[in-house]
């Protein structure tokens, strides 16, 4: 089936530092977009991707949406502790009548004040 | 604005044991969805429903996992009967009509232990 590969796994951060995760696929979406979940909650959406090529900023965080439509890297800049959680990219896939979530298998993001 | 609610929170059954989850979308939303999250892993979608009909079931274990969605606001999933691998935690989402540009909203799940 189809894969997102997302890089790094984890990471172990100091407090003030910029972070940098991305994301890539063998196939081309139209969509990309990016979740943090934390302990014992569900994803929330941080920031949606619609056109290649795209930069978008929300806050500390910035997502690109790569020209090919295989890539999308996410940076958070100067991190601080409530960053902690695992981010995630997910794609929509437009299978039938509605789309649905495809999503990576998450980086791990640790902050040390 | 109330966000997705799940029950149970949390659990622990033995294997060929049967388990319920319940989960009542955001109001007025159509769309609903139930995830699986294997620990390390990101959600699967397993079912969705758009109002009390299934849009995509294909990735459903249709052999021990049923849904329904009976009146289109809250939904049931049940996993009978249990195996080890059903290990996870169950997302609920919905969203308001369930189009490609439509935020899904993420329930805090149900972590199930299946012992």
């Known amino acids: 089936g189809q894969q997102l590969n997302q890089s790094p796994q984890s990471m172990f951060i100091q407090e003030g530092e910029d972070v940098s995760m991305n994301c890539t696929s063998s196939?081309?979406?139209?969509?990309w977009l990016w979740y943090k979940q934390e302990p014992g909650e569900g994803p929330v959406l941080l920031i949606a991707?619609?056109?290649?090529?795209e930069l978008t900023s929300n806050g500390r965080l910035t997502a690109q949406f790569g020209i090919t439509r295989k890539d999308s890297f996410l940076n958070i800049s100067a991190s601080i502790p409530s960053d902690v959680g695992i981010y995630f990219c997910?794609?929509?896939?437009?299978?039938?009548?509605?789309?649905?979530?495809?999503f990576g298998k998450g980086t791990k993001l640790s902050v040390k004040p | 604005e109330a966000g997705v609610a799940q029950s149970p929170r949390y659990k622990i059954i033995e294997k060929r044991q049967s388990v319920a989850f319940w989960c009542n979308p955001i109001?007025?939303?159509?769309?609903l969805y139930w995830y699986q999250q294997i620990l390390g892993q990101g959600p699967k979608l397993l079912i969705q429903f758009q109002n009390n009909g299934v849009v995509d079931d294909s990735q459903l274990p249709k052999d021990r996992f049923s849904a329904e969605r009976l009146k289109g606001v809250d939904s049931t999933l049940k996993i009978q009967p249990a195996k080890l691998e059903d290990s996870a935690v169950y997302l609920c989402a919905s969203s308001k009509r369930g189009m490609g540009l439509d935020e899904q909203y993420f329930g805090p799940g149900t972590r199930l232990t299946v012992t």
């Open positions: 109001s007025g939303h159509a769309t």
């Open positions: 196939s081309i979406f139209n969509t």
């Open positions: 997910a794609v929509m896939n437009y299978g039938g009548s509605q789309g649905n979530l495809i």
């Open positions: 991707l619609y056109k290649a090529g």
